[in-house]
């Protein structure tokens, strides 16, 4: 933010093009642990539909557990990568939480306390059944109108991916997009770690052990969420989801958590609707409800889940660590 302050006055010449860059990917972080051959053999295995088989998917979640914890900003990689712990990259990624307050106390000119606001909440939004943002939250009398800025602004400065919800699943999203109701993912998950467990000025190596388990009692479905997020957004998509909540008609409430739009469009089932799952045990009401309310929009769609590929009641499932080849 600070270079994008500094050259708000200089002429920019045509021939430049500007180019986002993400924390790292979950290809890349693989590069940077020294294994450049698991991608292309899940891209295999995700084109066939075939199963990895237990050893391989244990590695594969492994190596994707890792990813959640470390994050991909390239900082707390090579701290990573240099000393394998835990701890000492948990200090690391608080070091660019703190910058990322000194930088909204600089740049976010006149709504400063509106954006540390919201930055501070975005954990426990997250943490909510429906992880859209409330604004209600931060102050009883909060209206979207007033913090609308300051969500631009987060999402400008990277910090945030801001997924809109749509009203409607057709070519198009943006056209059908409600931009009042959103959730609020942080860009990247390691960093949304550390500022989870923010009561602690570090988080001891324990803990992290025990999330890279799965043995700590912690939202997983926020962390998995969140992951999901981010790498569809290095994928190059824009974030929408679909909800209703209708009190009226059961049959139109439900949710799906992300919706992606086929490359190539036909004149119908242009969107694959994706739903993630953290646990073992889950159902498929709302894409049932979903694909019966929009049968000519919607492609097959997909769920991310922590086993292997699967198929279930005509559903097929994917490994997490498949998101960035969707």
């Not at 990895?52 to 390239?74: D, E, I, S, T, W």
């Not at 070091?95 to 400063?112: F, N, P, S, V």
């Not at 942080?186 to 190596?205: C, P, Q, R, W, Y």
């Amino acid at each position: 933010m600070s270079i994008k302050a500094n050259v708000d006055d200089i002429v920019i010449p045509s021939e430049e093009r500007h180019i986002k860059m993400h924390p790292l990917d979950f290809e890349e972080f693989l590069w940077a642990v020294g294994d450049t051959t698991m991608m292309p053999f899940l891209q295999e295995c995700f084109s066939a539909r075939r199963p990895l088989g237990n050893a391989l998917h244990r590695k594969a979640m492994n190596y994707f557990r890792q990813y959640l914890l470390v994050g991909g900003m390239p900082q707390a990689v090579v701290e990573y990568i240099t000393s394998r712990d835990f701890a000492k990259t948990d200090a690391v990624k608080r070091d660019i939480l703190t910058l990322y307050r000194a930088d909204i106390t600089k740049y976010a000119r006149g709504y400063e306390r509106k954006v540390e606001a919201i930055f501070d909440e975005i954990p426990a939004q997250l943490q909510r059944h429906e992880k859209t943002f409330r604004l209600s939250s931060i102050g009883k009398a909060a209206r979207f109108r007033e913090y609308e800025d300051a969500l631009y602004w987060l999402d400008d400065a990277m910090i945030v991916n801001n997924c809109y919800r749509t009203t409607e699943p057709g070519i198009g999203l943006k056209s059908s997009q409600d931009i009042s109701t959103l959730k609020c993912y942080m860009a990247d998950t390691g960093l949304l770690i550390s500022h989870a467990f923010n009561e602690k000025s570090i988080v001891d190596e324990e803990i992290y052990k025990k999330l890279l388990g799965g043995k700590l009692e912690f939202n997983e479905g926020m962390i998995m969420e969140n992951a999901v997020a981010q790498m569809l957004t290095a994928a190059g998509n824009k974030l929408f989801f679909y909800s209703n909540s209708s009190r009226e008609n059961a049959a139109d409430r439900m949710k799906i958590d992300f919706l992606i739009e086929n490359p190539v469009i036909t004149s119908r089932h242009n969107i694959t609707p994706v739903e993630v799952k953290s646990g073992k045990n889950y159902t498929f009401s709302s894409l049932r409800k979903f694909r019966r309310k929009f049968p000519a929009q919607l492609d097959n769609p997909l769920i991310l889940h922590s086993g292997d590929v699967a198929e279930k009641d005509g559903y097929q499932c994917l490994p997490l660590y498949m998101t960035p080849l969707l």
